[in-house]
């Protein structure tokens, strides 16, 4: 009976992931909400599947375990090093403000001071998963604030520890002796070996693995590897969640380090899910409407203390306001750990069942609302940037000026810098030219497609402009005010494929450079080399190619409108470029 039970539990869960995720998805809502609203469905305040969701908590907390150990592979230690700042400054810094402020509210509301404590750790920590998979969606892990948010993560899943020591120490009946630490010079000998053999150990272990030649059983191996790290953690008394990330560290310089990844994923992506449906199954949504006043006080409590912590240490760390802001949302929802120190709290008798259910439910719908709050924020910033005003341009006396500072206009203006080369720098993106400036690049606000900003560039007294936005209208629009107001300026552009090419060289532009032609030429000239080509040889054949296709382009410039004349332009191009290389093969070269 139990059994079909069991059976039955997971039919329910995997028909919520597979219906409810997809029909979120149809009207906007996240993932994450959708195994949320899944939770409430099937847990106690629904339809009653699961009984005891802190069971399946408990379970599934092997998805975040998981997530860690898939991060720490996409982490070299040298990354984790540059990391360093976030982790400990960054870091500390919100958890020690926003644990004192949120206990200090709950000191003035009346709790006791133990009480008071634990409440303000719990509610300082963040979700990682939740966190980590919003940044996802939202494309932000890779950049400045994505790196920050996830310092900080590692930097609370490093304080649950000492915390979970906390509760043990505020406990009226005192620390439980039954659990016994192990002692800390045992600690620091297992990290030790954990290290070593991890280091020296582990990759010839993978590779004798791996040389068996059975997938099935990389895949045991890999499972195997992230919960016998988590278990040693465990009885080290550290994070489980910890040591499968160091466990993803070490491996992350591994050749097996994206099939370990592809092993991983789908159960990851499974436990997650039904991690965040055991979330929901915890929200007990009844105290919406018995305590409404008080659960409202203390969601909006926790996101306002933990979004205005960020948003100053943001600022600190030279973040636009903007960007600070966005920090603040995103770590502003309660963490998974939270959970956890609640109901340790609540078996210590620190905290009432009362309590402790009120915040497991504002934890819960900070989850809920968080992306909508970030969604509501972008939004309202967007109106904002269109009405700025274009920058006043002090410096007029440049030789070059560049319009577009992506990436192309970026490092053109690096070369120049560095020469001692002035130049002007135009882009018409307002967040774009605000992060270049965090990094100390020289660039204005201002749309070149308008004559006046062009003037105010110095374009009068230039020698040379560089066109290298990223829209072809617009591109072709500069140019043609470039040739019209300012025929002695050189005009180089850049050109985002050949027919963009065609339509630069049929307005006069002699210099124009396809943005992937240079690289892919290069990388070319890799591939024969490695492919046994002396490096003479591989630079000849792609000389070849260069000259052979410049030909080409320019030629398909004059019949850039006559398709059937370009086909045949291709093909007797084709067929010339193959006598070539035979030829140069011929040589001996």
Not at 140 to 145: A, E, F, R, S
Request: charged content about 15%; hydrophobic content about 55%.
């Amino acid at each position: 009976m139990e059994q079909a039970g069991i059976f039955t539990s997971v039919l329910m869960f995997l028909l919520a992931a597979v219906v409810l995720v997809p029909l979120g998805k149809r009207f906007g809502i996240g993932p994450i909400l959708s195994y949320l609203a899944a939770g409430v469905l099937l847990g106690p305040g629904g339809i009653a599947v699961v009984s005891e969701p802190a069971a399946v908590l408990h379970f599934a907390e092997l998805g975040v375990i998981l997530m860690l150990f898939v991060m720490g592979l996409e982490l070299t230690p040298g990354k984790l090093w540059e990391l360093r700042s976030a982790i400990f400054g960054l870091g500390s810094g919100q958890l020690l403000l926003s644990w004192a402020a949120v206990s200090a509210l709950a000191f003035g509301v009346g709790l006791s001071i133990e009480a008071a404590v634990i409440i303000g750790a719990a509610l300082s920590l963040s979700s990682t998963a939740f966190a980590v998979q919003l940044m996802n969606e939202q494309r932000l892990l890779t950049t400045p604030v994505g790196r920050d948010a996830f310092g900080v993560l590692l930097m609370q899943d490093l304080a649950v520890i000492p915390m979970m020591l906390l509760i043990a120490y505020l406990s009226p009946s005192g620390a439980d002796p039954a659990h016994h630490a192990v002692p800390w010079y045992w600690t620091c000998v297992a990290l030790l070996g954990f290290l070593l053999v991890g280091k020296y150990l582990l990759p010839k272990v993978l590779q004798l693995v791996a040389a068996s030649g059975v997938r099935e059983v990389l895949t045991a191996f890999s499972l195997l590897l992230v919960m016998g790290s988590a278990a040693l953690m465990a009885w080290l008394g550290l994070s489980a969640g910890m040591g499968a990330f160091l466990a993803g560290i070490m491996l992350a310089n591994s050749g097996y380090r994206h099939q370990l990844e592809t092993d991983i994923e789908p159960f990851k992506g499974l436990l997650l899910g039904l991690f965040f449906m055991a979330v929901g199954m915890t929200m007990d949504l009844g105290l919406l409407l018995k305590e409404p006043l008080a659960l409202l006080g203390i969601l909006f409590g926790m996101l306002a203390v933990k979004t205005l912590v960020l948003m100053l240490l943001g600022k600190l760390r030279h973040h636009t306001w903007r960007s600070a802001m966005v920090l603040g949302l995103i770590l502003a929802e309660g963490g998974e750990f939270a959970f956890v120190l609640l109901s340790q709290a609540q078996l210590s008798g620190i905290l009432s069942e009362k309590i402790s259910q009120m915040l497991v439910l504002a934890i819960g719908l900070s989850m809920a609302i968080t992306p909508y709050l970030l969604k509501l924020f972008k939004q309202l910033g967007k109106p904002a940037e269109t009405s700025r005003l274009p920058d006043v341009i002090e410096a007029a006396d440049s030789e070059v000026v560049i319009a577009g500072f992506g990436r192309m206009g970026q490092i053109t203006g690096r070369i120049l810098a560095s020469s001692g080369i002035p130049f002007v720098a135009l882009d018409k993106d307002a967040r774009h030219v605000d992060v270049v400036r965090q990094f100390g690049g020289e660039v204005y606000f201002g749309d070149a497609k308008r004559l006046d900003m062009l003037f105010s560039a110095g374009l009068p007294k230039a020698r040379v402009i560089l066109v290298a936005v990223n829209n072809v209208e617009d591109s072709l629009q500069i140019v043609t005010q470039v040739k019209t107001h300012f025929p002695h300026v050189a005009i180089v552009a850049r050109a985002r494929d050949r027919n963009h090419a065609y339509r630069l060289m049929s307005l006069g532009v002699t210099s124009v450079f396809r943005e992937t032609f240079g690289s892919a030429l290069s990388a070319s000239e890799s591939v024969l080399h490695t492919l046994g080509l002396s490096q003479v040889q591989a630079n000849e054949r792609v000389k070849i190619f260069a000259e052979h296709d410049k030909a080409q382009v320019e030629a398909g410039a004059k019949h850039k409108d006559d398709l059937k004349a370009l086909i045949r332009l291709s093909n007797k191009g084709r067929a010339e470029l193959e006598s070539l290389m035979r030829a140069d093969k011929d040589k001996g070269l």
